[in-house]
């Protein structure tokens, strides 16, 4: 069973007589207005899935006017024509289809329950679109957030490797992390030979392999927390 809403704005009675007998048996609300205006009040009422009206008063605009485009969105027009209406014209009024007068009771229940089933499709169709645009929004927010971190590592880098100072980072042991090219100058090594040695182990390696001056003192002054640590 259906639950869906049409609304039938038309004064043929034997035109709603048939869309009612037709779509009646099949479980769809119908209301039914005699003119624009009494449709237009049922409208605003029932915001209904599907708005079926003659053809004449949809070329004179003097329902679509009074329509949103968000109206329109959410609900189809049917077009009842006493005549055959080119697909152009029906798509520029935003009609979505068409039935021929008189009404064939079989052709009402095939184009109004494929009309619902084209709207529910653009609709989830419509949340699949909108849902992948947030996705690369926040992706690409995330990719900026990403960018700014790597452009601020990027600077400390810079800094940290051209400070005229002896800089080191020692993990909470005081092991070395990594040590800065002005360090290693001081030292008189590089910073992977260093990695995983605690300070203190060096010391005494720097003692026996070099003379008591420069870069065991500076090891004393690291020993000390005189030198930058992280």
Do not use: W
Not at 32 to 50: H, T
Not at 57 to 77: G, I, K, M, P
Not at 152 to 173: C, E, H, S, W
């Amino acid at each position: 069973m259906f639950n869906d809403r049409v609304l039938v704005v038309d004064d043929d009675s034997l035109a709603i007589d048939t869309i009612v007998r037709s779509l009646g048996s099949e479980g769809y609300d119908i209301a039914v207005a005699r003119s624009v205006q009494e449709g237009m009040e049922l409208y605003r009422g029932l915001a209904p899935e599907v708005v079926m009206t003659d053809m004449s008063v949809l070329r004179d605009n003097a329902f679509l006017e009074q329509l949103t485009a968000s109206s329109l969105e959410s609900c189809s027009l049917i077009a009842l024509c006493p005549d055959v209406v080119m697909t152009e014209e029906l798509s520029s009024r935003g009609i979505s289809a068409s039935l021929r007068r008189p009404l064939n009771v079989h052709e009402v229940r095939g184009v109004v329950g494929n009309t619902i089933e084209l709207k529910r499709l653009q609709k989830e169709l419509q949340k699949e679109i909108d849902g992948r645009r947030r996705t690369e929004h926040a992706l690409c927010e995330l990719r900026q957030h990403h960018d700014v971190s790597l452009d601020a590592i990027r600077d400390m880098q810079t800094i940290f490797d051209n400070i005229p100072l002896g800089v080191a980072y020692l993990d909470k042991d005081f092991r070395f992390l990594k040590i800065n090219a002005f360090l290693e100058k001081m030292l008189r090594t590089k910073s992977a030979d260093l990695e995983g040695k605690t300070c203190y182990d060096t010391v005494g390696e720097f003692s026996r392999s070099t003379k008591k001056n420069g870069p065991e003192k500076n090891l004393q002054l690291l020993q000390k927390g005189r030198m930058f640590h992280q």
